[in-house]
């Protein structure tokens, strides 16, 4: 078995948008998400984010449009055969201009987005082959044994190409780390439509150390893939902790009552505690099954356990 390593992960920066970390070079057009100042190709001062070059591009667009509004005006004015004309083609031209410049001043949030769309689809290529340079970079730094710093560059890279080769990646190595509960780690962004045992295996490790990243994209993976899990050496075990950690809320338990049921005589003390407690708590709610399992296990296993007991007396049972 392969040692895992004791490491410190830096917390992960949300963004609103995954964009908001892309950058591009102003010298060679290179996209990177890693990249902080200098560009990785051309190795100038040169990045900026890509909202900002977008923006840049907006004003050049709007400054032309007023630009031909002024050329208009300019034409009705020498055009203009009297004063009057003359007078009304300024008022004019100068109400045109205002409207112009309040419509784009009110539309420009929609025309940005508008516009990094359009930079996106202008510079596809680069920018597929500025992400796949970002990737290739995080595994020289995974060769040269900095396996920390390769799993926050492939974390970065993974906000925007979902690809389930760069999941995997990501999982090997948290895979290769002593996980801890105060890390800051994720769940959802790494699941997959196929079964993988190594995403079963992460997922077996949260489910004791951080069972509220397990949610509802979580539980349905374990469902579809129950049966290769229990093929898997410590798949029970896996799906027990899974069901362990549906107990968590009463919602859970809810919608997954068969995953619950199939599990709940395996359950900890802890957890099947938990999950006894909700059960007492919503007796008119239609578990079903699972309320007969529950019961059975408890008069089975804990019915003079004290904290049970506890509980009964605390629901006055």
Same mark, same amino acid.
């Given at each position: ?98 409207? %112009? ?77 002593? %996980? ?9 962004? %790494? ?22 990243? %397990? ?103």
């Amino acid at each position: 078995m392969t040692k895992k390593l004791p490491v410190l992960l830096n917390p992960y920066i949300k963004a609103r948008y995954p964009y908001n970390k892309l950058k591009i070079c102003r010298r060679c057009n290179y996209f990177t998400v890693l990249g902080d100042a200098k560009c990785p190709i051309c190795g100038k001062a040169a990045l900026q984010s890509v909202e900002k070059r977008a923006s840049s591009m907006l004003q050049r667009s709007m400054w032309k449009a007023r630009l031909i509004a002024l050329l208009i005006i300019g034409a009705g004015l020498a055009m203009s055969g009297s004063t009057m004309q003359s007078s009304l083609s300024a008022a004019g031209g100068l109400a045109l201009l205002a409207l %112009l410049w309040t419509i784009q001043r009110r539309s420009t949030p929609a025309l940005l987005r508008l516009q990094l769309q359009k930079l996106f689809q202008n510079e596809a290529y680069t920018l597929i082959a500025g992400l796949v340079n970002d990737r290739d970079s995080a595994i020289q730094v995974f060769h040269s044994g900095n396996k920390p710093l390769a799993y926050e560059m492939l974390r970065e890279i993974g906000a925007l190409v979902h690809t389930d080769q760069l999941r995997i990646e990501q999982i090997l190595l948290l895979q290769s780390f002593v %996980l801890r509960k105060d890390m800051d780690l994720m769940l959802d962004p %790494l699941l997959m439509d196929h079964f993988n045992p190594d995403l079963v295996e992460y997922i077996g490790e949260l489910a004791k150390i951080r069972r509220d990243l %397990l949610k509802e994209n979580t539980f349905r993976y374990i469902l579809v893939h129950e049966a290769q899990i229990l093929k898997m050496e410590h798949g029970e075990n896996i799906l027990v902790g899974v069901a362990g950690a549906a107990v968590r809320m009463k919602r859970y338990v809810a919608l997954y009552p068969y995953l619950v049921l199939r599990y709940a005589r395996k359950l900890p003390k802890d957890r099947f505690l938990r999950l006894y407690r909700i059960i007492q708590s919503s007796p008119n709610a239609s578990f079903g099954p699972l309320y007969e399992e529950v019961m059975n296990t408890y008069n089975e296993k804990f019915k003079w356990d004290e904290d049970f007991q506890r509980a009964g007396k605390d629901r006055g049972l």
